[in-house]
Each structure stands twice: as C-alpha cells, then as structure tokens.
C-alpha cells in the first residue's frame, strides 16, 4: 500500500517557549504563508506524538477491552462511556481509529448487522460530536456554581428580589434539560433516518452503472427522496427544539431582569441607576455560561451519549477468533479437514457444510468443483478461519494467500496492489507479470505498473483486476493458496495460461485449493473434490473418478436438473463440461481469429483514469454562495421578511433595557429638595413605566422565539433543497464522473457536507446573526451616550477588519485541507470492507491500520492547525475588546458631569458584555464562513457535466423495438473527450432474433460495445436499432429497451424480493416465473462435443456454423469430425460412412453471454 504522504514538518509547539504557547505566536510563520498563497498538505505541521492516531487507538483500546473483560466477571454489559472517561478525560478525538481497528475484526455475520454505510455515519457525523461535546463539557459544573455566586452577589445588592430572577433561572434550566431529552430522542430516530439514507446511497453510487442502465434513477431518486422527507421532518423538530433553546438565552436575561425589578418595585422599593446596571451586569456575567453554554452542554452530552450508544453497539458486535497459523518446518506444511460441518446463520437449520473430511500437502493441487450454490466459497472461508466450526476441526499450518471471487482492488497504483506491502524485487516481479498474464496490459497502460487505479478499481475491467489479484497472491510467496474461481472472469486462452503457467508451474510446489467451473483442468489435479448441498459427494483423484464412470458433468447440475433424459443410446459417450470456452473447434479454430482482432482492438483499451486530486475551491466564500443557500432555502420576500423579524428583535432587546436606564433617571430627578425642608421621593406612575417594561419584554420574547424559528425553517429547508439537487445532479452525471471519483469522496458530500447543513450550519448561523445584532447593539448605545467614542472606534474597527481578513485567508484554507483530507479516510475505510477477507487472509490488518492512521493524522493535522488558529485570533479579539472598554470607561470618567448615571450604566454594562460576545461573534462569523465551504461543496456537486436527457420531445413509438435489428455504422467510442478512443470505425449487423456471442481477449474492447450501445458515454457514428437512431432518443426511453446481465453482481441491502423488484411493479406470481426461468436456463440441454452436435441439422450450433458461409462451414466441420475421431476412436479410421445420429435429442436453447470483460 501505498504511503499517504511524505515527511512533514515538525509541529513548532513541541519547542515554543511559555509567551509563544500563551499568545500563540508559533502560529505566526503560517500565517504569514497563507497571506502570501494557498496553503498546502505540506503547509501543515506533523501531529504531536501523544495525539497520534495509532497511539490514540492503542491506549482507548487497551482500556475498551479492560472493560469487556469487566463486565463479563460481573455479568454486566460493557460501558463505552466507562472506558472513554478511564482513558481520555482530556481528549475525545480518537473514536474514528477506534472504529476502524473493530471493524476489520467484525465476523460475516456481523458484517451481516451492518452496513458500510452506518460504518461511515459512525466516523463522519457520531464521531464528530465528540468534537463539539468536548468544548462544552466543564460549563455542566461551571454554569451551576457561577449562579450560586452571582445569587450572593444580587443579595447583597438588591435584596430577596434576587431570588425572583433567581427562580425564573432555575424554572429555565429543567426546561431546557427538557429540550436535551427530546432532542436526544429526536436524535436517534434522525440517526437512524441517516444511516439508512446514507447505506442507500452507497449502495447508489457503488452500483451507478446497473442503475443508469436498467433506467432506475427515477425509482432511485424516490426511494432516496422519502428516506430523506423522513430524516428532514425529525431534523426540523431538533431544530425547532434548538431554536426554542437559543430564544431562550437571547430572553433569558431579559425575563429574569424584568422579574427581578418588577419584584423590586412592587415590594416598595425605589428604582435607580446603580441598583439596575449591577444586577444587570451581574445577571450578564452569568447569562452566557448559564442560558447558553450550560443548555448547550446538555445538549451536546445527550447527542454525545447517543452517539456513544450507536458506536458501543458497534464495537459490540461478533468479531472473528484470532487464530495463529502454525509455522512448522517445511514438511509439515498442511491443510487438514477432519469431519467439518458449519453454519453462516447459526439459526438455520442446514448447515452451510457438513461432514467434510481432506488433506492438502505442498506440491499438491486440490480441485473444488460443484454447481452454484454448492458451498465451495464457504470451504474456502472455512480454510481462512471466516467460518467457525459447529463441529470438526481446521487446522491450518502456513501463510495464507487467498484470491477473492469478486476482485478487490485498493486506491493506489498497480504496483503497489500487486505488492501489498512487501518490498519490491525486479526479477522476482517481472516473473509473477508474466505468469499472470499482465505483461501485455501493463504495455498497454500509459503509466504501466505505476498506473493509478481507483478505490473500486473502476480502469481495469473485470478479468485485469481478476489477474491482479491473483499476481497479488503470487507475489506473497506464500505457503497455502486458495484460488476462488480466478479463471471464470477470463478468456479461454488467458485462462489456459494460467493455469498451466500460474497455478500449475509457480505455484508447482505450494498447497493449492482451487475453486473452478472450468472442468478441462481437473487432469492436472492431485485431488478432486466435488460438493453439492454442503456435502461431500466424491473425493478422488481424475483416474479414479474415470474408471469409477462418473459423469463430471451431471454432478455439476443442480437437483432440477436431474430428471433430464439420459443421451440417446447409440451415441458415444462424451465427457460433459459446463464451460463454454474451450470446446475443441474453439481451441483450434479461432484462436488465431481472437489474436487478430486483439491486436488490433486493445491497444487503446481501458487507458488509466487517472484519479485526480478532490477539488479545492480558493479564496473568500462568495456573495453567490450565501445567495444560493439563502435562495433554496426561500423565496426572497420571506428572505427580506426574516430580516426585518431580526431588526425587530434587536430593537426591542436595546429598548428594553434603555426604558429601565430612561426610568431610573427619571426617579432619580424626582429627588428634590422642597422649601428647604429636605429631600422628598416622589414615585412615578408606576402602571405606565411597568407596562411600557413588560410590554417590551413581552416584543423581545415573542420576536426571539419567532426569528429563531424561521431562520432554522429556511435554512433547513435549504439544506433539503441543496440536497435532492446534488442528488439529481449525481444521478443525471456520466458513468466517467464515478469513475474518476472514489466512493469516499462522494459519500463524503452526502454525509459530513450535508450534515453540516442540517445541523451545525444553521445553529451557527442563527447564532452569529444574533450576536452580531447584539454587538451593533451595544457599539451603538455606546455612541449614543457617549458621541466622541466613536472616533477611536475607526481605528479600532480597521484593525479588527485588517486581522480578520489575514486570519480567514489561512483559516479557509485549513478548513478546506480538513474537508479534502477527511475524504480518504471514509474512502480508505469503504475499500477496507470491501476487501475485508483479503486484508485478513494476507494478515495486512495491521498494514491496513497504518495506513488508515496516516491518513487519520494528516486530517488530523488539519483539524489541530483549525483548532489553533482560532484560539489565536480569540486571543487579538480580546485585546480589541479590552481597549474598546477602557475606552469608554475612561470617556464616562472624563464626561462625568455631563451624563446622566442611567446612560452610563447601560453604556458600561452593555460593554463590559462586549469582552466574550464580540469574540464568539467574530468566532461563529468565521466559523459560518468555514461551514458555508460545505455549501460550496454541495453546490458545486448540483452543477454537474451531465449526461444526455432522459426523454426527447421524439419518443419512440411503444412497440420499439419490435425486430431487435441492430447496425454499428462506423462507429467510435471514447469514455471521454480528452481520451484515447476505445473502438474504432466499427461496422456490424444485428439480424432480427439473432443469437450473437461477443468475444475476445481482454481488454478488447468488449465492454466498450456495450458501453456504447447504452450511451454510457456518448458514441461517435451511427447506431440503429429498428430504424432509429439511439443518439435521436432519450436515454430511459433507449435503456429501458434493453436489458443486462452485468460482469459484476450488484446487489442492494435488503429481502430476495426487493433485489428481484427494487420498486414493487411486479406480482409475486412473476417474480416466482422470472426465478424459474433463470433456474431452468442452467440446465444443459445443448452440450457435446463439436462434431456430434454438427450432425442434428435442427441444432443451434450447426445453424450458427452455416451463417459463417458453405466454404467456412464445410473446412469448420471437416476440423471438428478429424478431432472428433482422433480422440474418441484412435485405432479406426474414419470412413464417410460413420454418421451419428443425435436428431431425437431434446429441442435445444441457447445462452448468448459476455464473457472476460
């Protein structure tokens, strides 16, 4: 595998001095290297040792399994939250590589439990609220004792009026525990929404070509669409729960102080200026930590909890045993099977194998046969330690290779997917090449073995990758070699290759276990065994089996397959094979014909994609992305509404306080000395100042709740809107788009992205419109008393917007470098899964841990630079704010005489508010700017290059096509503009109900006919079918015509009969005739040898060998009836009047497939 980056730069914190950690300054360097340009991956500095993520993983893990072991001697059910809180009181960040070590540990049937989907939902958003949690945590303890001190404080101030405020704060807190819980319980329900919607996509994009060519994209698009409605209801109610949460902290402070002094004054107390702004600043002092960070503690714990609940049950799943393989001596080198029987569902009652009993000693080669369905593959898994044993033994003594039926590929180059970890040995390497049959591709490549494949291998096509893997095996020089299948994705001739130079020369003197359909190999087998059911049938060796009579060929069928009738007495008797590559005419016939076409045909297939690096976007977030997000989100009268619904809120906050400032004056005037007979308090009318007081607490609380709840509304609904456009945008994008992006990258747009957008993105957003009418609030009032503060105000504002701008232009940098680094960490982990039999068989585990690791430190050397870059912006902020306040405490001082004590009570008060808010303002402004680069991000996966419409104004008629005559008119195919082309100037003709096979070696060019004919790109020349030509007709209208049996399998989580009819348009009753016909399409009922068939005129293979022309047919069959005879009857001499008759056989069909795409 290969390296994720090279050396990088030490972290200058390990060496900063006490000033440079407290101010920050080692941050300085960077900076400066953002200011001049866009930084880069090796911009960043290396992770800290102790926040490395193997260290990290190791030490949570050692502890995860102290508490496994725990709660088994106490019979108790293990606690995540127990184990965290033992191991990292000071850091939360690790759960992602924790994730990952479990998950390459799940047994199948755990795997069975859970999807890749969930898998990524863990890491990318459960994970993430650690992050979030992590920054509230302590205010659980702070907030209560800050109240318990201010509440001395107002006592002392104001008297048992304190308490009034008090209790309205005390009222708050359950209430807004309250919203915890039920944003709690909304949060596992919306989880569960997004692991669904998040499995389905992959499932989406895994399977994108079958999609686009069975024409599903609509049925996908609403199945994706409802699970989505589903998800976005349950977020729109933790959003309004959120919004409900943030209003109360905007009023908060308000209601507690109108209470306060509503209770003041009814208890006959006098009003003044000194009472009101220190219990109002009192009450701000505790406002913050109180109505906002302690709710938003409880909130982010619920969620955490939550989170930690769904990854227990995770890492709770059933992990395979971790069995050492023996490494004797040479000699007793071995795979032993004594009385086997197990069971992938432990709740069936057959079990998957049964009573199975060999030896396999090096230098031999055992040959697995049997049909579909036998248990072949499970022996295998048997063999890897993947299926336990309910009874019987394996024992198993050297390494393990293993060559997987589905080919798995890894994101990296050819190379380094051959080697797989070890190191590289020229000759060694180049021997394996051409013992797998690549030497010829790797030409053909424009990079050769340094070609870069993607995560899915999606450059390759089916039997490459099929011959990497098995050059992968190769290379291992391992002990043991269980081969599934590898011969099935190739041609006849590579196949042969293979097996003679592959398996049976440089693997002559290993323990080989093959699994294969290809029946002509089994001479050169030392053992063959053959399974049907589970179950041992025969076990021998060629010879026995031979002189023993038994038909090779029948133990192959399936059990309805056996009542067919015995062949026609008179004809010889031909051993049956159930391939269909290498009958003895297509051997020594056209052998030379494939070579010909290949040479020509399959220089220019399949020319590396390269995969290219994840788009950054550079640079400030423009005006047009806000007006985009805004725009999907509403239309632009409710836009100008909600902004006017601000302004009301922010007015009414300022007045409110203003009318008690205007109100204390107003008292405090009304101490006059009378007649010199002293100082005598007149009250003021005590029913119109309360009533204008409560008339505008009531307008800030009615006008908080209502702005709260509109913005969450509009922005939510943005995010849907963005959403299904990024959808329908990925669906209409071409099959090159998918190929060139890996699952991770995608995926990571639908999961991190758009989770931005449903939950962190409008709290921030609604957070930041807030505090910074707030602080427009404050800086306003404090001109309005105090007019000449606004002079040193210029100045200061420069400064703040000078620091601003040179923060964000690193810090939107980092963020973007945090988003692209994260995606090869969903993208390494989705391939892990996929090949997780191979990384476990090959013991790369722990090489697979490595790499994930690296590619979790340099996100995490993002998400470090993130964290630190903000802190030291906060740390300039407070300097601004700290000579703001000294300015306008010195101004009151100065212009004492001149000002009344209410303004400068509120002028003070609001400042002194001013020290933490305008640092959160400016923190969650940046903050909104860094979260809209997901919005960016998602907006630009909405305009993507799109494929052809759908449907055409010009609809074919309902009937089309009625013949199936198909013409290819010069036609020339490339999967992209900038690429090679793939066929050139092909020509051909496609009788009505003609049966056409499509062969050639591969790489020729055959997935490119078909490509071509589904529009998978667009096609150069003509293709008609039925007299219309396929570029004049929209792409479902041309797709839903036709129908595929693909080179690789997809199948979609979920029941038999949801794979069979994904959308419910069909009865059970035509599902149940669909499965019969396919079942029944296995049975043989066309198969002998060349010649004999060439004798029933009625047979389709004569009448295939009659189109070829009279000349062609008459040499083909004189060919076919020399070897017939040479083989079969040796001693006699052919005479013409030897005729076999096979005329009363059984009507015959036929099955035209692709093969070795």
């Known amino acids: 595998m290969l390296p994720v980056y090279q050396e990088v730069k030490p972290n200058p914190l390990q060496d900063a001095n006490l000033c440079s950690r407290v101010f920050f300054w080692w941050l300085n360097p960077l900076f400066k290297i953002g200011h001049k340009r866009r930084l880069e991956e090796d911009d960043m500095y290396s992770v800290l040792p102790e926040d490395r993520s193997q260290h990290l993983g190791e030490e949570l893990q050692g502890f995860w399994d102290k508490e496994v072991l725990r709660a088994e001697n106490d019979a108790q059910k293990p606690s995540l939250t127990r184990a965290i809180i033992k191991c990292y009181w000071k850091s939360y960040l690790v759960l992602g590589i924790f994730t990952l070590i479990e998950a390459l540990r799940l047994s199948n049937m755990a795997m069975g439990k859970t999807t890749t989907g969930q898998i990524v939902n863990l890491l990318s958003n459960d994970v993430n609220k650690f992050d979030q949690v992590t920054v509230f945590l302590h205010f659980l303890w702070a907030g209560p004792l800050q109240a318990i001190a201010?509440?001395?404080?107002?006592?002392?101030e104001i008297g048992i009026s304190c308490l009034a405020g008090m209790a309205v704060l005390i009222i708050l807190l359950p209430l807004q525990s309250c919203f915890g819980k039920l944003f709690s319980s909304l949060r596992s329900k919306t989880a569960a929404f997004t692991d669904a919607r998040i499995r389905t996509m992959n499932e989406v994009i895994t399977g994108i070509r079958i999609i686009k060519m069975y024409a599903w994209e609509k049925s996908f698009s609403d199945l994706i669409t409802n699970l989505r409605k589903k998800e976005i209801s349950k977020i729109l109610r933790s959003s309004y729960l959120r919004g409900m949460n943030l209003a109360s902290f905007f009023s908060a402070s308000k209601i507690i102080?109108?209470?306060?002094?509503t209770t003041y004054v009814l208890l006959g107390n006098v009003i003044t200026a000194s009472r009101v702004f220190v219990a109002v600043t009192l009450y701000g002092a505790v406002r913050l930590t109180v109505t906002l960070f302690f709710p938003s503690a409880i909130e982010r714990v619920s969620e955490a909890i939550v989170s930690i609940r769904r990854i227990q049950t995770f890492l709770l799943l059933d992990e395979i045993s971790q069995r050492n393989r023996q490494l004797p001596s040479d000699a007793k080198k071995m795979v032993h099977v004594q009385d086997f029987t197990a069971f992938w569902d432990k709740a069936s009652e057959t079990p998957t194998l049964q009573g199975l009993s060999f030896t396999v000693r090096p230098g031999e080669l055992l040959a697995v046969v049997g049909p579909v369905g036998a248990g072949k593959s499970s022996l295998l898994s048997a063999v890897l330690g993947e299926l336990a044993p309910s009874h019987g033994l394996v024992s198993v003594h050297g390494r393990i290779a293993y060559v997987s039926q589905q080919p798995w590929v890894f994101s990296g180059t050819l190379?380094?997917?051959?080697?797989?970890?070890?190191k590289y040995e020229k000759e060694r390497y180049e021997k394996v090449i051409k013992a797998c049959a690549l030497k010829k591709d790797l030409q053909l490549l424009e990079d050769g073995d340094l070609t870069v494949i993607g995560d899915r291998g999606t450059t390759l096509s089916g039997g490459q990758k099929a011959r990497v893997n098995l050059a992968r095996a190769v290379y291992q020089d391992a002990d043991i070699y269980l081969l599934d299948d590898p011969l099935s994705a190739v041609d006849a001739e590579v196949s042969r290759h293979l097996f003679e130079l592959c398996i049976c020369q440089t693997l002559h003197e290993k323990i080989t276990i093959l699994v294969t359909h290809q029946l002509q190999y089994l001479k050169a087998a030392s053992q063959i065994l053959i399974l049907k059911d589970g179950k041992m049938v025969q076990k021998g060796t060629y010879t026995e089996f031979l002189k023993s009579g038994i038909d090779f060929g029948s133990l192959l069928k399936k059990n309805n397959e056996e009542s067919e009738q015995p062949p026609v007495p008179g004809t010889?008797?031909?051993?049956?094979?159930?391939?269909?590559e290498s009958s003895v005419w297509s051997q020594q016939s056209s052998r030379p014909s494939l070579k010909d076409g290949a040479l020509d045909s399959q220089d220019t297939e399949n020319v590396p994609v390269t995969?290219?690096?994840e788009n950054r976007s550079e640079g400030k977030v423009g005006f047009q992305a806000y007006k985009n997000y805004?725009?999907?989100?509403?239309?632009?009268?409710?836009?100008?509404?909600?902004?006017l619904l601000n302004t009301a809120a922010q007015v009414a906050y300022v007045l409110q306080d203003w009318w008690l400032s205007y109100w204390a004056n107003k008292q405090s005037m009304l101490n006059v000395t009378v007649n010199g007979e002293g100082n005598v308090t007149e009250k003021l009318d005590l029913n119109w100042y309360l009533g204008i007081y409560s008339g505008l607490t009531v307008a800030t609380v009615l006008f908080g709740i209502a702005r709260s709840l509109?913005?969450?509304?509009?922005l939510v609904n943005s995010s849907q809107t963005l959403h299904n456009k990024m959808f329908e945008s990925i669906l209409k994008a071409p099959v090159l788009f998918f190929d060139r992006n890996p699952i991770g990258r995608i995926l990571n747009r639908f999961s991190k992205d758009i989770g931005h957008l449903d939950d962190l993105l409008p709290l921030t957003f609604l957070d930041?419109?807030?505090?910074?009418?707030?602080?427009?609030?404050?800086v306003s009032v404090a001109v309005a008393v105090i007019p000449w503060i606004a002079i040193p105000l210029v100045p200061l504002g420069i400064v703040f917007i000078f620091l601003r701008r040179y923060f964000l232009e690193t810090s939107r940098d980092v963020k973007r470098l945090e988003s692209t680094t994260r995606s090869p960490v969903f993208s390494h982990l989705s391939s892990s899964l996929q090949g997780l039999w191979t990384i476990r068989a090959y013991k790369a585990e722990e090489r697979c841990q490595e790499l994930f690791d690296a590619h979790q430190d340099l996100h995490s050397e993002a998400w470090f630079l993130f964290l630190t870059t903000s802190r030291w912006f906060a740390v300039r902020l407070d300097a601004i704010c700290a000579m703001f306040v000294i300015i306008v405490a010195f101004g009151s001082l100065i212009l004492a005489k001149t000002l009344d004590a209410g303004q400068v009570g509120l002028a003070l008060s609001y400042a002194l508010t001013l020290m933490g808010m305008f640092q959160w303002c400016v923190r969650q402004s940046a903050e909104v700017e860094n979260m809209m680069i997901s919005v960016e991000r998602v907006i630009e996966y909405t305009d993507l290059e799109k494929e052809a419409p759908w449907e055409y104004q010009k609809r074919p008629p309902p009937t089309w096509p009625h013949e199936g005559v198909i013409i290819f008119d010069n036609v020339n195919f490339m999967y992209s503009l900038d690429g090679p082309l793939v066929l050139k100037h092909l020509t051909a003709l496609i009788k009505s109900q003609e049966k056409v096979g499509i062969v050639g070696r591969t790489g020729a060019g055959k997935s490119s006919l078909i490509s071509a004919l589904f529009r998978l790109s667009e096609p150069e020349g003509k293709i008609w079918i039925d007299k219309i030509l396929t570029t004049e007709i929209g792409l479902h209208d041309l797709r839903k015509k036709m129908s595929i049996i693909p080179q690789e399998p997809v199948l979609f989580t979920g029941t038999m009969r949801k794979n069979l009819d994904p959308f419910n348009e069909h009865t059970d009753e035509e599902l149940w005739n669909a499965l019969q016909e396919v079942l029944d399409s296995g049975r043989l009922k066309e198969y002998d040898e060349p010649y004999v068939l060439l004798q029933n005129k009625e047979s389709l293979f004569y009448k295939m060998v009659q189109q070829l022309g009279k000349a062609e047919a008459a040499a083909l069959t004189e060919t076919a009836k020399q070897v017939y005879f040479k083989r079969n009857y040796p001693h006699i001499g052919h005479t013409d009047h030897m005729v076999t008759n096979t005329s009363n056989g059984q009507p015959s069909t036929l099955t035209i497939f692709e093969t070795a795409l």
């Open 415 to 422: 190379r380094s997917n051959i080697l797989f970890g070890k």
């Open 150 to 156: 201010v509440t001395a404080l107002l006592w002392m």
């Open 768 to 778: 930041f419109i807030q505090t910074l009418l707030q602080v427009v609030g404050v």
């Open 572 to 580: 010889p008797t031909l051993r049956n094979r159930t391939f269909s």
């Open 611 to 613: 995969l290219s690096e």
């Open 630 to 643: 805004f725009r999907a989100g509403a239309h632009w009268i409710v836009i100008i509404f909600l902004i």
């Open 257 to 261: 102080v109108f209470v306060t002094f």
């Open 710 to 714: 509109l913005v969450f509304y509009v």
